[in-house]
T-cell receptor, first 112, second 114 residues
Framework: SQQGEEDPQALSIQEGENATMNCSYK?????LQWYRQNSGRGLVHLIL?????REKHSGRLRVTLDTSKKSSSLLITASRAADTASYFC????????????FGKGTKLSVKP | KAGVTQTPRYLIKTRGQQVTLSCSPI?????VSWYQQTPGQGLQFLFE???????NKGNFPGRFSGRQFSNSRSEMNVSTLELGDSALYLC?????????????FGPGTRLTVL
């Protein structure tokens, strides 16, 4: 069963705009991770944020975590056509038996 | 460091056959996890191996099995293939256990069952 649920399912923006994707989850977590997948390829790890952290940055990426609302957001600033991909959040979740559980992803399309 | 490699990249099989997929983790990584990705179900966890022991198993039938060798390389096997087994199979490696460490994914093996 899905632990994380991304929102929106699809997002289309112009180059240079910011893109925000949200992830909600159900059970308490130790950490939450964001991954990117280009069309049918392997996943690339973007950021891991632990449950005691509220915000993390990596280049043009900013991730926030609100454990009280069981939600996280991924912000990509000044988007580029190369950011076109699907973005997934993954949580460990106390009920997950220690494995990562992925959401269904947000499909981001950045138009040049 | 070389990344995670998976072989073969593409595979076509017929119903009832069996298939073995291979995954070579990043050097030094002890955990290998396997996932099945389909358009309908998304990414679903199959199993995790750590130091040659299966540590976790997802909700898949017994036709799906795996193993890990002493050099951390892993194989997964699917017996008696069904049409619904058509999917992208991804493996990922990490230094420590999968739920605590960053996972590095391979490019995947696309399995088509006819």
């Amino acid at each position: 069963s899905q632990q994380g649920e991304e929102d929106p399912q699809a997002l289309s923006i112009q180059e240079g705009e910011n893109a925000t994707m949200n992830c909600s989850y159900k059970t308490s977590i130790n950490n939450l991770q964001w991954y990117r997948q280009n069309s049918g390829r392997g996943l690339v790890h973007l950021i891991l944020i632990r449950s005691n952290e509220r915000e993390k940055h990596s280049g043009r990426l900013r991730v926030t975590l609100d454990t009280s609302k069981k939600s996280s957001s991924l912000l990509i600033t000044a988007s580029r056509a190369a950011d076109t991909a699907s973005y997934f959040c993954a949580t460990d979740g106390t009920g997950s038996q220690g494995n990562l559980i992925f959401g269904k992803g947000t499909k981001l399309s950045v138009k040049p | 460091k070389a990344g995670v490699t998976q072989t073969p990249r593409y595979l076509i099989k017929t119903r009832g056959q069996q298939v073995t997929l291979s995954c070579s983790p990043i050097s030094g990584h002890r955990s290998v996890s396997w996932y099945q990705q389909t358009p309908g179900q998304g990414l679903q966890f199959l199993f995790e191996y750590f130091s040659e022991t299966q540590r976790n198993k997802g909700n898949f039938p017994g036709r799906f099995s795996g193993r890990q060798f002493s050099n951390s390389r892993s194989e997964m096997n699917v017996s008696t293939l069904e049409l619904g087994d058509s999917a992208l199979y991804l493996c990922a490696s990490s230094l420590g256990r999968a739920f605590t460490d960053t996972q590095y994914f391979g490019p995947g093996t696309r399995l088509t069952v006819l």
